[in-house]
């Protein structure tokens, strides 16, 4: 609710005005002081987009994928000429050991702890993982000496209660 008298009056003019101060706000904003940091030239474009990951792994791709053929393109020319300098370039040959991939982008399953089926469950007092009820009742069971197996098995270093 408003306060009661509405607005103030006005003081009347005698012709004389008062220098403006400004308030408080005013004196301390960064509003119109120069930004060094800021490109005057920058103009947006308006053209482009964003790009979502699975557009940017794709180009990321082909990318690899044409470097890899000219490189390819290039010992062929270089084998054409000589031959003895073209076997002394390794090839870039992919094995189980030299493969390189990224990192998965899809989560872990939990894994039961005992069946190895996929498990829903996680057992408070131990932290072992299981399938269903009856592998529950196996778990309930066993001493935390064997509970703390599983766990180091499954490469969790847990304190067992």
């Not at 119109?32 to 103009?43: L, V």
């Not at 005992?114 to 072992?128: M, Q, R």
């Not at 599983?150 to 209660?161: D, E, F, H, Q, T």
């Amino acid at each position: 609710m408003p306060p009661k008298g509405g607005f103030k009056k006005k003081a009347p003019s005698d012709g004389a005005a008062t220098p403006l101060t400004p308030t408080l706000a005013a004196q301390l904003s960064y509003l119109h002081q120069p930004r060094p940091f800021k490109n005057p030239n920058y103009t947006k474009n308006i053209n482009r987009r964003a790009k979502n990951l699975k557009t940017v792994l794709g180009q990321e791709r082909e990318r690899e994928k044409t470097e890899r053929e000219a490189r390819r393109l290039e010992r062929e020319e270089l084998a054409k000429t000589d031959p003895q300098a073209a076997s002394n370039i390794p090839e870039e040959v992919p094995t189980y050991t030299t493969i390189e991939a990224p990192p998965s982008v899809i989560p872990h399953k939990h894994l039961c702890d005992i069946t190895g089926l996929e498990a829903p469950y996680t057992d408070p007092t131990t932290g072992l993982r299981y399938h269903d009820k009856s592998v529950y009742e196996i778990v309930k069971g066993l001493s935390a000496s064997v509970a703390k197996d599983y766990l180091s098995a499954r490469g969790v270093n847990s304190i067992v209660k």
